[in-house]
Structure formats: C-alpha cells, structure tokens
C-alpha cells in the first residue's frame, strides 16, 4: 500500500550506464506513492530500459550527454517542483534505501520544524558495504545547544521524547538527530523551500564535493543539515579502498580524483566554507593525492594530472573534466 504521507515528496535517482539489474530498482519505486518518480539519465541508458521506465509512469530526463550530478539534481529538483512537491528524497542507481526510509526521514524533518529548527536536508546514518568505505559526516561546530534555544527548550522536548538532565546539543536533545556539516545526496531528502532559498548545486563542480560546498553554503544561511542516526543506508563509492598513513579513501577513477581535489582546492576561496574545514583540508589533500599516487603504482602522468587538477583548482578553473566519460 503507498504510503499517504508520500503525496508531497517525490523521488530522484540518477542515472548513468545503468545495469538492468539498476533499471529494475528504479522500477520497484514506481508505485511507491511518491508524488513522483523522476529518474535523470546521465549517459548510457540503452532505449529499451528508457522505454521500461516511461512506461511504467517514471518522468525520464535527459540531456543527452553527460552534464555531471550537480546539473542533474538540479533539473530533478525543478521537475519536482513542477510536479507540486515539496520535499524531495534523492537516489542513485546503486542505493538499496531500507523500507520505511522516506516516511522515516519525513518524521525527522517535522521534528527539527517542531523544534523550530530550519532544516536544508535530512539524511540516513552511513551503513558498511562489503568492499567499500562508508563516508564520515563530521558534527557541525557551533549548531545551536539547548540552552541557546530557552524558551523554545520545552518544544524541543515535546517534539524530540525529552530532554536528557544535561541539556546538551540539539543532536542528544533530539536523540536520533545530529547537525553534521554535510551529508552525501543519496540518501538524503532535501527541503524544497530550502534549495530555492539557499541555490542549485554548483553545476562548475560536476560531481565531486557538490553536497559538501551546497551543504556549507545551507548552513551560512541559517538551514541546517542534520543526520538521522535511527535510519541507515549503504553507500557504495568506488572501486575498493585505498589505506594507508592512517587513512582510508575510496578507489576511484582519475577524473574522480582529480576533480574532487580541484574542487576542494577552489573551495578554499568560498567564504562560507568554515575555515577549520580548509585548514584541516589543507594537510588532507596532500596525503590523499599522495595516496592515491601510490596505489597507481606511482605512474607520472596521475601526478602530473592530480598536479593540474590542484592548479585548476587555484585558478578557478572548473566545469566538466576534459576526461570524464
């Protein structure tokens, strides 16, 4: 039975070089009761599987080409709008979602409103997958503490089942809810009204880092990003796990690698990127880089690529990689 609760959401996953067995999960949602299904393909999607999806009621967008996850969650986000909704929950095509994670995060969403806590996006605890590195969400600095909020305080208990005796931050007020400084797309179900206040996706970054400079940017304008640690989802990234100098990172092809490290670089002339983040980034990006280096068997030309990507990023140079797909 859809669940009534769904009529105002609608769901987007995207697309790129889908497998069948991909295809099939998109169509499961179909009849989920969601306002409506909208699935972008990136590139690679074979006309038959298109035809699958159309007809089983899925709005199925386009561009042609590959344009990057920034510029598809864009046009998802304005077809969901179009479509009369109000919040909208954000796949990809490797997401196995739990049962009951829309209604779960909805209930989540209503919390933080009750609380009187403006919320840009709600999203799932990481779960393990079998070969890959689940990511981190940090905690955010400086969200609001109970005590910040008192004459709100009693609301808070009400909405979120009490106040531990301590009073402490939102995230044990509210139990299961933590403000974290940024969480991955899939999974995540963001608040319309708060992706028209706060901007689209950076279409420049492509793919790598886009939730992370959208998230601080949610932040400096007052909408939170809040982690819902009762409900969890894989996340599957890359191809394995490269670890060493006591870090671990996901196995990815080049032209990911180089482009999260330019974008990570650019982001350090954002101002609304905290400047913790940058400093803490500033000694990760080297080992990262070098990391990486290493497991391609220390090969000149990934240097001289992950070099250009650092410079790029200096310069401002972004927009779709010269290699991607």
Known sequence: MPD????????GITLFRPSRDQVDRVL??????????IAFDDGGLADAEAERL??????????????????????????????????????????????????????ARD????????AAVVGPAPAPAAGHKAPAYPARPGAPACGDLAPACGVISQACGGLPPACGVISQACGALAPVQFLATSGSLIDLDALARVGPFRADFFIDGVELEWCFRAWSLGYGCYLARDVAIPHRVGGGVIRGFGIAMPRQPLFRMATYLRNAVYAWRLPHVPLR?????????????????????????????????????????????????
């Not at 009534?4 to 769901?11: E, K, V």
């Not at 899925?58 to 996850?69: D, E, M, Q, T, Y």
């Not at 919390?111 to 403006?118: M, S, T, V």
């Open 4 to 11: 009534p609760g769904l009529g105002r959401l609608a769901l």
């Open 28 to 37: 499961a949602h179909a009849a989920s009761g969601f306002a409506r299904v």
């Open 54 to 107: 159309v007809r089983a009621g899925v709005s199925l967008l386009s561009a042609g080409r590959n344009v990057g996850i920034a510029e598809a969650l864009n046009r998802i986000a304005a077809a969901a709008r179009a479509a009369g909704a109000n919040t909208l929950l954000l796949l990809d095509q490797d997401a196995a979602p739990p049962a009951g994670l829309a209604a779960a995060l909805l209930a």
């Open 111 to 118: 919390r933080l409103r009750e609380a009187g806590i403006p």
């Open 277 to 325: 983040w940058k400093l803490a980034q500033a000694a990760y990006l080297p080992l990262q880089a070098g990391l990486y280096w290493a497991d391609s068997g220390w090969r000149p030309a990934v240097l001289l690529r992950l070099l250009g990507a650092a410079r790029d990023g200096a310069l401002g140079r972004l927009g779709p990689p010269r290699d991607r797909p």
